[in-house]
């Protein structure tokens, strides 16, 4: 079973539609959560990290559900520009290094 | 401020050739970390630097991996010899903290290995 798990879609999206992904982790250690956004042939970026209360960022919200391992991300009023892969990431207490999901295709078409 | 770079940002070589690949982090970032993605799979760590130390090496696969940090600044990852198996994208990173709000890494674009 892998550490961080991830549905790989596409989610095929029309523009202005609300769209959520979630990310299952195995290792209840795991400390920090990230997500990250990776274009196509480019490197990722950091979108937010995500705290136990939850953050918000203009139409991302990320949530952190530690009872049942995972961590969600809702767009909002999707963009076109939104289309990417979103990269769940993952810190295991005591360790610093980046574990990865496969990442969730997202397209907003037009 | 200059990001993560990284050279070359392609790289295509024959099996049982060597290359050598160069990471240069954000000024002032004492740390620093080698990723690996192969076609198909996830985004996996490699090794991590703090200044010129190996802190973490546990992903590094094998023998024919060879990372240093000479003077703390930028970094090399030789492979030596490469075979077909480490075609991918290389990734660094690099970080201002460990833990805490210093703690996000910032990653390099990248540089694509093929293996003939």
């Known amino acids: 079973r892998k550490e961080v798990e991830q549905d790989p879609g596409p989610f095929n999206v029309p523009e202005g539609a609300t769209v959520a992904f979630n990310c299952t982790y195995s290792n209840s250690a795991s400390q920090s959560f990230f997500w990250y956004r990776q274009d196509c042939r480019k490197e990722p970026k950091l979108l937010m990290s995500v705290y136990s209360s939850g953050n918000e960022d203009g139409r991302f919200t990320a949530q952190l559900n530690r009872a049942s391992q995972y961590i969600s991300l809702l767009i909002r009023d999707s963009k076109l520009s939104d289309s990417a892969t979103y990269l769940c990431v993952v810190i295991t207490s005591g360790t610093y290094k980046y574990i990865f999901g496969t990442g969730t295709r997202l397209k907003v078409l037009a | ?116």
């Not at chain 2, 690949?21 to 740390?31: M, V, Y």
């Open chain 2, 1 to 116: 401020e200059a990001g993560v770079t990284q050279f070359p940002s392609h790289s295509v070589i024959e099996k049982g050739q060597t290359v050598t690949l160069r990471c240069d982090p954000i000024s002032g970032h004492d740390n620093l970390y080698w990723y690996r993605r192969v076609m198909g799979k996830e985004i996996k760590f490699l090794l991590h630097f703090v200044k010129e130390s190996k802190q973490d090496e546990s992903g590094m696969p094998n023998n024919r991996f060879l990372a240093e940090r000479t003077g703390g600044t930028y970094s090399t990852l030789k492979v030596q010899p490469a075979e077909l198996e480490d075609s991918g994208v290389y990734f660094c990173a690099s970080s201002q903290e460990l833990g805490g709000l210093g703690e996000t890494q910032y990653f390099g674009p990248g540089t694509r290995l093929l293996v003939l």
